[in-house]
């Protein structure tokens, strides 16, 4: 077993502190040769249309009124986030409490697919606060009606709390879906070692409270920032403790995710040899390139650049934790 269980009482500490219990034995082990390395597709995979998902993070800068007042922007945010089955959003800005559900209206209108959303409260240590959200597509995944929360933080460890979401695939038998525990982050630039220390903390207590699910994908802007080179790409140091966890795997190692391409900023993370569901397919999502926009252009959209990762619609260990839940057609 990757981790032990802990009993109901740590749950329940867990769950309202967000903090592991002291002696529950969560010490993350020595990674020891480097991060783990990915099973690599052959040039010839192909695999079948719905056979799997794309899981994105993006951090959309300021992602609020003045940007939503253009509708280029908001047209260009939508073209992107629909290349996608589940996007989790960093930086959103505004006080309207209905702001991202009218971003997902008009995604659904452009689109044709149905999107909906889970948004997170406003948080950080001043008074420019930001907020987290899941946006997916309801016909390709669905997310636990009781599995969405944010992690507390009594002791202000972090400037903003991750967001936490448990989602299924659809459209294969609800005890073979792809199962997993999406963990939206977004670090302050100044501590982002310190916050990576913690998040090692976050990881293994999302993991230990998780109802069994041993899928943990951490995605969102770490702020590494590494400068890219050809002979620079990333090492475990630069996650601090989070990149000492055993079997971390990072799917950007070598690419900048800023839009200048000057720095690696924005991951998904996931314990690889668990999360064996990844078919070797991810990266930095080129949006200056593959929309044929100017550097200008993409820069009114956003300074990050969105990183993907593919995963197999359907779980290739033990069945979907989802089956024993009661989650419901998500509408």
Request: net charge neutral.
């Amino acid at each position: 077993m990757f981790l032990k269980g802990l009993h109901l009482e740590d749950i329940k500490q867990i769950v309202v502190t967000g903090k592991v219990p002291t002696g529950s034995g969560d010490t993350a082990p020595s990674l020891g040769g480097g991060f783990a390395q990915p099973q690599r597709p052959t040039q010839a995979w192909n695999p079948p249309p719905g056979s799997t998902i794309k899981i994105a993070s993006f951090n959309i800068q300021v992602f609020g009124d003045s940007k939503a007042s253009k509708p280029y922007v908001v047209d260009e945010l939508c073209k992107i986030v629909s290349r996608f089955d589940v996007v989790a959003i960093q930086e959103i800005r505004t006080q309207d409490e209905y702001f991202i559900p009218k971003f997902v209206q008009r995604l659904n209108q452009l689109s044709g697919r149905q999107y909906d959303s889970r948004v997170g409260p406003r948080l950080g240590n001043t008074t420019s606060k930001e907020q987290y959200a899941y946006i997916f597509d309801t016909a390709r995944v669905q997310v636990h009606p009781n599995y969405v929360y944010t992690i507390r933080d009594p002791e202000n460890l972090l400037h903003r709390e991750p967001m936490v979401a448990m989602f299924a695939t659809r459209g294969v038998p609800i005890d073979q879906a792809f199962t997993f525990i999406l963990v939206n982050i977004h670090t302050d630039p100044d501590v982002a070692k310190e916050e990576m220390d913690v998040l090692a903390q976050v990881y293994q207590v999302v993991r230990r409270s998780g109802m069994g699910e041993d899928d943990i994908i951490l995605l969102g802007d770490f702020n590494t920032a590494v400068p890219i080179s050809p002979s620079r790409s990333l090492s475990p140091s630069d996650f601090a403790g989070l990149g000492q966890v055993e079997g971390i795997y990072p799917v950007v190692r070598n690419q900048p995710t800023n839009v200048v391409k000057t720095k690696l900023h924005d991951n998904i993370l996931f314990h690889r040899p668990s999360t064996t569901e990844f078919t070797g397919r991810g990266g930095v999502y080129d949006i200056e390139s593959l929309h044929g926009l100017s550097r200008d252009q993409v820069k009114l959209v956003s300074d990050h650049l969105p990183v993907w990762a593919e995963f197999t619609v359907t779980e290739s260990g033990l069945p979907g934790r989802l089956a024993t839940g009661t989650a419901p057609p998500v509408r």
